[in-house]
Every structure is written in C-alpha cells, then in structure tokens.
C-alpha cells in the first residue's frame, strides 16, 4: 500500500490472511484510517473507547499486533516514550526533542543519505520506521525554525 489505507483495506488485509474482521478491529482501523499522525496505543484506546468503551486496551495491544504482523501497522519508538504506530506505506522518520519530549515526522528522503551510508560503509540496512533521532526543538534551544510559526500552541507543556 502507498500509506492511504481505508478501513475496506484493512478489512481485506485482515481476511486475505483467514482472519475475521471482530467489532474491536473495525474501531481500531477506524480510527487508523481516520488520523493523519502517529498515535500511541494508549491514545488509540482513547478514541476507540469514545465510541466503544467496551474494549480493552489489552484487545487494542492484540489487535494493533496483529495489524503489524499483517504489514497494516508499523511502530516506531520515540525515545524514552511510549511506541507510535502508523499505517504502512509512506516512509518518514521521526525527531525528538530530549528536553520536552515533543516529536514531529519529517520526510523520508532526510534519511536518504543516511541510509546510503550505513549501507555503503558498514553493511547496516537501516529500518526506518523504527528511527528516531534524539536532539533539541527549536523552541528549547529558543529559536524560531525556518518556515515555522512563533506560536505553537499545545506543543510544549513546559
């Protein structure tokens, strides 16, 4: 997939591999489908439970694990919080802030000098849905980024 799934999709991914499309999977690619950011399986339980609270984040961990397992889903881990997933397709890699915490995706094609050379000079194939470069913001090191505004609002709860 080019990263624009649908929850038809999904559902199809999920039956192509003998498996049953269940209420909780439904909400869950709902709410994947539906999202333009990367969402922690915590913040999934949220929004699935706001329109079914009847399941349990233990279903969502299940489902999110079948969901990758399937290539539905990938996680990335963003330093010391908790995993992000999206849905497969389009790359991108992450940054994160040491100091406050705040993470943004930035285009794959930052990553492609990297990857060519952890290739070329050490061998290593570098997976990028799991990369997350440490460092910090713009606004803990207290400039303003090119092309972004002053005002962020919600961004930095320091």
Not at 4 to 32: E, H
Not at 47 to 70: C, G, K, N, W
Not at 106 to 131: C, I, N, W
């Amino acid at each position: 997939m080019d990263g624009t799934w649908s929850r038809d999709d999904i559902a199809a991914s999920v039956r192509r591999a003998g498996g049953r499309m269940t209420a909780a999977k439904r909400a869950i690619a709902d709410v994947l489908a539906t999202t333009t950011t990367d969402l922690s399986a915590e913040e999934i339980t949220q929004r699935v439970q706001s329109a079914r609270p009847e399941i349990s984040p233990s279903t969502v961990y299940r489902v999110l694990d079948e969901f990758e397992e399937l290539g539905i889903v990938v996680h990335a881990h963003l330093g010391h919080g908790a995993m992000v997933y999206h849905l497969s397709g389009a790359s991108h890699g992450h940054v994160v802030c040491t100091a406050c915490g705040t993470s943004s995706e930035v285009p794959a094609e930052l990553f492609d000098r990297m990857e060519h050379e952890l290739l070329e000079r050490f061998g290593f194939a570098l997976d990028r849905h799991h990369v997350a470069i440490a460092g910090l913001c713009a606004t803990c090191r207290g400039v303003r980024a090119p092309g972004v505004p002053a005002n962020r609002p919600g961004r930095h709860a320091h």
